[in-house]
Every structure is written in C-alpha cells, then in structure tokens.
C-alpha cells in the first residue's frame, strides 16, 4: 500500500476523528483508527468507541490501495509536529509497520490488521431527510446548555429530536430547565423520528462539529430502531448510538397559559446576574428576585463572604413577586439569546418561568423556581 497525501488537511482530519476515541476505553484496538487507500484516490480515516463514530474522505495520490490500523494519538502527535507538505505513506507486503516519510523526515511506526477493528456501518438508506447545517449549529447553541449532566438520568444526557406537525422540534431538560426549540416546515416520514429519538451528548458534540465544517451545506440523515446516521456530501459521516429510553414528558412543565410578563435589557441583566453571582452560594448558586413595577432587585447572600444587591429597571405592571432561581441557570439561558430583550412570562412565584424573545418565536427557555 502507497498513497501520498498533504500534511495539513490530514492533520485537521485526524483532529476531528480522535474526539471520538474513548481514553478509558478498555479495548485497545479502540485507541486506533482504521485508514484505507482506495482506488479512487481517496483515503478514508475512521474511529469509533461503539457509541459514536466517525468517517471523513481526503483526497490522496493513490498508488496501491490498502488499510491499516494506528494508535490515533500517536500519529496525530506525529502530524502536529511535521511542515505543511505531501508525505507519503507505505507498508511492505505482510509487513507490520508504516514508514511515513516527508522530505528529509522519516518515521516507521507500528501498525495492526483490520481483521479485529470493528466494522462500523454509516449508511441507512430508509426514511432519509434533509437538514441545513445552519438549522444544527441553531438548534445546538441554543440547547445545549440545559442538557443533563447526571449520568445516572442517560435519558436526558442528550437532546430530544421529534417531528411535530410540519415542525422540527428539539428538547433538552435537566429536570430544573428546559430548552426547546422548532423549525417549520419540516416534512419526513420516519416513523422513529415521529416517535422521537434521543440523541446522546457526545453525539450531540459530534454533530456539532461536522455543522461546524459544512456551514453552509445540508445533511443527510436517517435514524432506525438503534443508531441516527449522518453525511454530508458523502465525505463526513456519523453514526451514533441513540438512547434507549423514553423521554420525560416534557410537555407537563410547559405552561399552557401565562398571567404576567416582565422584559429586560439583556445585557444589563446579564452584567448584573453575574456581579451578584460572585456572592451567590456555591452549591445552589440561588438568587433572589424581587420584582416590583418597573424594578427588578438581585440579591445573593453568602455566610462566609457577605452579600450583594443590585437594582435595575425593567417592564413589569404586575403585583410584586419574590421568587428565588439558581442564578447560572438564568445566565446561560438569557446569554443564548441574540435580541437585546428578553421577555420572562410567569404565573406565579412557585410556576415555571418561560424565557422568550420577541424575534425568534420558535425558540424559548424554562427555568424552575428554587426556595429561598
């Protein structure tokens, strides 16, 4: 096997594929990845820990064609160390090393058979549709935050992908917040996303990052009983194990129906959320507000550093309210939003607070009350 390849785009490729490699992963051949030199002058670079993997095509000078496994780290080390130019890359006939040369550089390094890698499919013809990378890169940045970091709750460590109607709905939830967003005009008939689908966070990561590569492109998905699959441009592809759960009803903590509303500059509430953060209570970072017309207080008290209290003007016409929140909460939420006002709408101080903006109404944020 001879192939020659620059340095640089394969060296951004393999940057991407190592993320996916698990480091307390049991298996060592999942440490590798596998790369194949086909005939069409393209050599493909694959990894996978089981859960999620990967593929990405990059053009090559072919010679003879053939495969290989690698320690991934090792030659992504090796790369990062080695000048923007062609190399070229040879194995011997039944040898068991790789000599990767570039101009006066030489290296020889151990490889395995592909016998034992595990052979990973990344194409699902059934039920596939069509998604903008804009609309992924939209819909993560928007979410994300409010996903579950409790790895004894695997049903809400990732995203909840489901077709509404003609919309594209996206749910992630802790069981303290929630953020959902929908995209309309959205037409598929995938069963599985009909009944929804649970994509996990490292899936989430990876998708994000092959939204990252192909901003203004389209994927192509399908999702069946175990696994969403994901290409764009059959050149970056994705498989990822979905969640095996059902999703907490959700719709529950929605409120069908708000009494009061108060809108604020979003800077100035951010800038003052994150002054009396600094004196918040380090386990529950809790807040309180108290709200009264035109007049939004923030206080935090800590036992062992003292307090703070910052007043700041707002729209608000209702009776006046004193409710407590988890303040980081509030600040990731609010920070995801691109309008310079945010709008909070409330029944009361022990319901559920939605987060809105008046120029993206397909997206809103909840946050739950805390005691105070």
């Not at 901003?215 to 050149?235: C, G, L, Q, R, W």
Request: net charge negative.
């Amino acid at each position: 096997m001879i192939f020659k390849t620059q340095i640089g785009p394969l060296r951004e490729v393999l940057g991407k594929i190592v993320t996916v490699i698990d480091k307390k992963i049991s298996r060592p051949i999942l440490t590798f990845c596998m790369i194949e030199a086909k005939s069409e002058n393209v050599v493909e670079i694959a990894a996978t820990d089981l859960e999620v993997s990967a593929k990405i095509q990059i053009d090559a000078h072919v010679l003879n064609e053939g495969a290989f496994c690698i320690n991934a780290k090792n030659l992504v080390d090796i790369l990062r160390e080695m000048p923007n130019e062609e190399a070229t890359f040879e194995i011997s006939n039944e040898s068991n090393t790789l000599k990767l040369s570039c101009d006066e550089i030489k290296f020889t390094l151990l490889i395995f058979k592909t016998d034992d890698y595990p052979r990973i499919s990344f194409l699902n013809d059934a039920s596939k549709f069509q998604i903008s990378s804009l609309r992924v890169q939209t819909m993560i940045s928007k979410i994300y935050h409010a996903i579950s970091s409790d790895e004894t709750k695997s049903f809400m460590n990732g995203i909840f992908l489901q077709q509404i109607d003609n919309n594209f709905r996206a749910v992630a939830s802790d069981g303290h917040r929630l953020a959902l967003i929908e995209f309309p005009n959205f037409v598929t008939n995938n069963n599985h996303l009909l009944e929804g689908v649970i994509i996990p966070r490292k899936g989430v990561n990876e998708l994000k990052k092959i939204a990252d590569s192909y901003p203004n492109d389209d994927m192509e998905i399908s999702v069946d009983d175990s696994f969403a699959y994901i290409n764009v441009k059959s050149h970056y592809y994705l498989s990822i194990r979905l969640v095996a759960r059902l999703y907490p009803k959700y719709q529950n903590v929605i409120p069908s129906k708000t009494a009061y509303q108060m809108s604020v500059d979003k800077n100035t509430f951010l800038t003052a959320a994150r002054r009396v953060k600094l004196l918040a209570n380090e386990d529950s970072s809790s807040v309180h507000f108290s709200l009264t017309q035109e007049r939004l207080v923030l206080k935090a008290e800590n036992p062992l550093w003292g307090d703070a209290t910052e007043k700041i003007s707002v729209n608000y016409q209702g009776p006046n309210l004193d409710v407590g929140f988890n303040i980081r909460y509030v600040i990731e939420l609010i920070s995801v939003f691109d309008d310079s006002e945010v709008t909070f709408e409330f029944n009361n101080e022990r319901s559920p607070f939605i987060v809105k903006s008046l120029n993206f109404p397909h997206f809103f944020g909840i946050v739950m009350p805390v005691k105070i």
